[in-house]
Structures are given as structure tokens and as C-alpha cells.
């Protein structure tokens, strides 16, 4: 295993060096996937926007070795960088594409067993509920838990790994 998979960054502790930037998900009126890339700006705490949206969830909702992870959805962008306006509809479009291509998300519940060692696994490292991670979209079962765009994991080891800030990854 390489040496920096082993080190972990603290969460919310990554600032990034120059303005996160990420893709805008729509298509051009010939269908051509747009190469429009827009800055990302939070008014708000993205893990608080999660955290108050999902709000308490009951004590046994994930069991076993199960994760559920809240998709990450970035701020709705009404403008971009070049000063094109988007309508409600282009941008709803846009963040209604992160659930379904989203790879980034927040650990909400997680299974007594999960992360737990056992003889076949030995974790150097173990997520906890409130962790930002990255995964496949395809390996977690998509599902809406209060409203909010969740995926459900069979174990860890559909988890890649922590991420220190959502806008790392996309």
C-alpha cells in the first residue's frame, strides 16, 4: 500500500489553493455535452446543509455492514464565470445530474458492523458518521431518505476512501 494512502487528512481542514472549479452538467441545444466549468461558492456549510435536511434519522435504519452516504449536491448556479445566465430548468438540470453521476457524499448512518475487524479484514483507517468519502455511483443502491438523494453501500469496501472537502472530487 503507498504511503499516502495511509495518511489522513483532517476533515474541513483542506482549503484549496485557487478557486474550486467544476463542470456544469447540461447539454448543448445539439446535444453535445457542454464544456462550461464554473467556480463553486458556498454560502453555507455544505455539511450542515445535509446534516439540517436529512435531519435525525432512527437508531437502526442501516444495519450490518451497510453505509448510507448522503450525495454531495453542489450550490445551483444561476450565471457562469462568463456571464452566461442559466434558466430554473438548466440549472435544476444541473444538480438533479449529481444524484445520479454524484461520487462524493457525507456518511449519515452506518451498520454496528461496519468497519468492525474481523478475520478477513483489518481496517488501518475507519470512516465515521459525518466523513465526506467517494465511491462508484453504481455501487450503492440510490434511495431518497427525508427528502435527501442518498446511496446505500453493502459494506466498506464500496467506500474509496475520505476526502477532506466535497469539492475535491468530482
Given amino acids: 500500500m503507498a504511503k499516502q494512502a495511509t495518511q489522513r487528512v483532517q476533515p474541513d481542514t483542506w482549503k484549496p489553493d485557487q478557486p474550486v472549479r467544476r463542470k456544469l452538467n447540461m447539454r448543448t441545444p445539439v446535444g453535445d455535452l457542454n464544456k462550461t466549468s464554473i467556480v463553486v461558492e458556498h454560502t453555507e456549510d455544505p455539511k450542515k446543509t445535509i446534516l439540517d435536511a436529512i435531519g435525525q434519522l432512527p437508531p437502526d435504519i442501516v444495519q450490518g455492514t451497510r453505509i448510507l452516504v448522503a450525495v454531495y ?11 452566461i445566465f442559466l434558466t430554473q430548468s438548466l440549472a435544476e438540470r444541473d444538480v438533479d445530474e449529481y444524484c445520479w453521476q454524484g461520487k462524493v457524499g457525507m456518511i449519515v448512518a452506518m451498520g454496528g458492523k461496519a468497519y468492525v475487524d474481523d478475520e478477513a479484514n483489518k481496517f488501518e483507517s475507519r470512516n465515521t458518521v459525518g466523513d465526506w468519502v467517494w465511491f462508484m455511483p453504481s455501487e450503492g443502491q440510490g434511495c431518497y431518505v427525508n427528502q435527501v438523494f442518498c446511496r446505500m453501500f453493502k459494506s466498506e469496501a464500496y467506500i474509496n476512501g475520505p476526502i477532506p472537502h466535497p469539492d475535491l472530487i468530482w
Fill in 73 to 83: 449536491v453542489p450550490p445551483m448556479v444561476s450565471k457562469t464565470a462568463g456571464g
